[in-house]
């Protein structure tokens, strides 16, 4: 506060808003926009402070941003076994920077692998990539993310027999290794 003397001083107002349904505002003069807001709104915020000599009173327009859903990130291994299972989470982002984890919507491009509602993919054990892709819709927007996930396949080892018995055919390694790559 400047007062007439030309002297300032620090001072703790009493705040206050004139559309709580916009928005509120806390004692330090900070405005909360409320979620319920379908568009950018404007709320008038009021400083008042009490002098020995009367009432100081100061009014400004704040504009309150809607909130809106921005952007939606898949969340998990970019790499994973063709035998294995991997689990992808989703992050929903504001344009307030505020983030949530939410429960998506899951579905894969391709039969390398399929995904379930919980966001658990399961691959075909075939080597590729495929996208795993994430839909999120909440009062404030729709949003889709994706992640490139690289399948290996895993090729199973056959081990070398060693011991007694009857002789093997000759092209039984060549029999055994077909069974192998199936």
């Known amino acids: 506060v400047t007062f007439s003397d030309g002297t300032t001083a620090r001072v703790n107002p009493t705040w206050s808003v004139d559309d709580t349904n916009i928005g509120t505002i806390n004692t330090a003069g900070l405005i909360t926009g409320q979620l319920s807001i379908t568009q950018d709104s ?34 998990g291994a970019t790499s994973v076994q063709g035998t294995s299972t991997a689990t992808y989470t989703a992050r929903a982002a504001y344009n307030s920077g505020d983030t949530k984890m939410v429960t998506a919507s899951w579905s894969v491009n391709n039969a390398l692998a399929s995904i379930n509602s919980s966001g658990v993919l399961t691959p075909v054990n075939q080597s590729g990539v495929v996208r795993v892709t994430a839909a999120y819709t909440d009062a404030y927007g729709t949003a889709t993310g994706y992640l490139d996930v690289t399948i290996t396949a895993v090729i199973a080892q056959i081990a070398p027999f060693y011991g007694t018995g009857p002789a093997l055919p000759a092209d039984w390694s060549t029999f055994v290794n077909a069974l192998a790559y199936r």
């Open 42 to 75: 404007t709320v008038n915020a009021t400083a008042t402070y009490s002098t020995g000599n009367g009432v100081l009173t100061d009014t400004a327009p704040v504009q309150v941003k809607k909130l809106v859903l921005v952007s939606l990130t898949v969340i």
